[in-house]
Structures are given as C-alpha cells and as structure tokens.
C-alpha cells in the first residue's frame, strides 16, 4: 500500500498557510487512496537536534566500534532516516524564515543526509529516487523577477538541491507568497496577490495529491 511521510515546519499551530494547504494536500491523498498510511512529523514540535561531532562521525565509523556518544547520537539520526527510506511519497510544507528554511528543517536536513546510505553514486540509488516528492513553500513577501528583493529566497533554491542530491527527480515546487499581507497593514495592498497565490497553491496541491 502506498506510503507518505510528512514532514511539517511552522512554528504557527494556527493560522498557518503551509500547515492549512498541507492539510489540503494530505485530504486528497487520502480520497485518492483510501489504502494509503501517513506518517506525519512534525519538526515545530520535536525539533531534531542539531548534527553534534559525535552524530557525524559515526557515519563513517563501524558500528561495533561506536563509543557511548555515537551510539546515542545516532537513534535519533537513524529514525528519522528509516522514516524516510520507507516512504513512498515524500510531502514537505515550509514556511520562510528569516529568507530561508526553518532550522528545524535544516537541522533534519543535516540528519537524513548519510553519505553512502541516503546519498548514493549513480544519484539513482539515493533514497529519493523514483519516489515523488511536494514541496509547499509559503514566503511572507514576493522575491519574484522584478520585486525589490529578487534573489533573497534561499528558501527554494536550498530545498531543491538538497532533494536532488537524495536522489529526487519527481518533485513539484508549490510557491504561496505574500503570507503576509492580510496580517500586516503595511502590505495590505497585496492581500489580492495572496488570495490568488494561495488559491492557486491549493488547486495545485489537491491536484498533486489527487494524481
């Protein structure tokens, strides 16, 4: 039976576009596979720690020969790594922080990232190979072609490369902007351009799930 894991990180339990839009996601996905089980995480919540020396080296040392630290340090890194590797389906919603992920996204990151298990050579034996992956990504401003800050989203850019290097060649970026706007009198005039940026985030993510 078809398998998603979700991986889920804003801070805001409510009132969360990413979380609301997620939730849309995960209700078509059901309807479409009523067989399918959902493994959800929630890193706002249990934030992983972030990657210690003692974590990183036992990468690359024999588990026999793990001293107490590492031995400890990987339990954590190791479910978060079965999570991944048992999915089919990989569902990420993320808010923009401070013009990037939140730290508890990286700090997973940092994590699953195992050279020589999740990443693998050729890029087709990586863990996300051949398994679909949907990115909702919502920005409280605009750094769309011609903003006043075009080039400041380090949101997206990290997000795909960091998916491309776990192997992931079926990926949809779903981009919600302007987050913002309603909450904030400054931007008000681009509470318009939010209404129709999440609509359309919503249609392309029931779409996604549904398919």
């Known amino acids: 039976m078809p398998h998603l894991l979700h991986v889920d990180a804003s801070l805001a339990q409510e009132g969360s576009t990413s979380r609301s839009l997620a939730a849309a996601f995960i209700d078509a996905w059901r309807a479409a596979r009523p067989e399918g089980t959902v493994t959800y995480r929630d890193l706002a919540l249990t934030p992983p720690p972030h990657l210690d020396w003692a974590t990183l080296s036992a990468g690359f040392t024999p588990p026999e020969q793990h001293t107490p630290e590492q031995a400890e340090g ?4 190791e479910e978060l790594i079965v999570e991944l590797e048992a999915a089919d389906e990989l569902l990420l919603s993320l808010p ?3 013009y990037s992920v939140p ?3 990286k700090a997973w990151v940092d994590q699953v990232i195992l050279i020589g298990r999740t990443v693998r050579q050729p890029p087709e034996q990586s863990v996300l190979a051949g398994r679909r992956v949907t990115v909702i990504a919502t920005q409280g401003g605009s750094y769309a072609v011609g903003t006043p800050k075009e080039g400041w ?8 490369h960091v998916l491309e290097s776990l192997g992931a060649t079926d990926v949809e ?6 987050t913002l706007a309603p909450v904030t009198p400054a931007l008000a005039d681009f509470t318009d351009l939010y209404e129709r940026s999440r609509a ?3 249609a392309t993510a029931r ?3 549904a398919a």
């Open 173 to 178: 970026l779903i981009r919600v902007e302007m």
């Open 96 to 98: 923009m922080y401070n």
């Open 200 to 202: 359309a985030g919503e």
């Open 74 to 77: 990987v339990k954590l890194r």
């Open 153 to 160: 989203d380090h949101q997206l850019p990290f997000v795909a």
């Open 207 to 209: 779409a996604r799930a």
């Open 103 to 105: 730290s508890a996204f």
